[in-house]
């Protein structure tokens, strides 16, 4: 009896070492067919409000991905490190901060762009087509706190793309 257990004691331990190995799977470095791949998109410039103070100035560029999502990329010059600034898309012309359309979350001040990731995702597969009869505009504020306004750009119907395709 003893001999059995034994047996199947070592039988249970050579299955188990066996089932252990696993074999090591590649990465998958390409993307599918179209995959990664942005070509339409509309620019436009975003001014600083204040030159002589901050001078935050750059663009925004709305990209559209094969899903007909809006990607939307900020980039802009003179931050300061360390600092987070809020960035939105409000309805109406420049001055007149009705109703924030979206909210772009943070610019960091380390880099000049959006703070979670290199873009922000407007799933809305309408925004996009939209885009150059909105009435709208981007605002970029000091901080989180006191709503100090520094840099900001027409959109669509408020101002002309300074680059599209």
Same mark, same amino acid.
């Given at each position: 009896m $003893? %001999?059995?257990?034994?047996?199947i004691?070592i039988?249970?331990?050579?299955l188990?070492? %066996?089932?252990?190995?696993?074999d $090591?799977? *590649?990465?998958?470095?390409?993307? +599918?067919d179209g995959?990664?791949?942005?070509?339409?998109?509309? +620019?436009?410039t975003?001014?600083?409000?204040?030159?002589? =103070?901050?001078n !935050?100035?750059?663009?925004v560029v709305?990209w $559209?991905?094969s899903?007909?999502q809006? @990607?939307v990329?900020?980039? !802009?010059?003179?931050t *300061?490190t +360390?600092? /987070?600034?809020p960035?939105? /898309?409000l309805?109406?012309?420049?001055?007149s901060?009705?109703? %924030?359309l979206?909210?772009? =979350?943070?610019?960091?001040? #380390?880099t =000049?762009?959006?703070? #979670?990731? $290199?873009?922000? !995702?407007?799933s #809305?597969?309408?925004f996009? #087509?939209?885009?150059l009869?909105?009435d709208a505009h981007?605002?970029i504020?000091?901080?989180? /706190?006191?709503g100090? @306004?520094i840099?900001?750009g =027409?959109?669509?119907?408020n +101002?002309?793309?300074?680059e599209?395709?």
């Amino acid at each position: 009896m $003893k %001999t059995y257990i034994k047996q199947i004691s070592i039988l249970f331990f050579l299955l188990i070492i %066996t089932s252990c190995e696993s074999d $090591k799977l *590649e990465a998958i470095t390409t993307a +599918a067919d179209g995959g990664g791949t942005l070509t339409s998109y509309i +620019a436009y410039t975003i001014n600083a409000t204040d030159p002589s =103070g901050t001078n !935050v100035y750059g663009r925004v560029v709305f990209w $559209k991905n094969s899903l007909e999502q809006t @990607l939307v990329q900020i980039s !802009v010059y003179n931050t *300061e490190t +360390a600092e /987070i600034y809020p960035a939105l /898309i409000l309805e109406g012309a420049i001055g007149s901060e009705i109703t %924030t359309l979206e909210d772009l =979350g943070t610019v960091s001040g #380390d880099t =000049g762009e959006l703070s #979670d990731s $290199k873009f922000y !995702v407007i799933s #809305d597969t309408t925004f996009y #087509d939209s885009i150059l009869t909105l009435d709208a505009h981007i605002s970029i504020y000091l901080n989180t /706190i006191d709503g100090t @306004l520094i840099a900001e750009g =027409g959109l669509g119907s408020n +101002a002309e793309p300074v680059e599209q395709n």
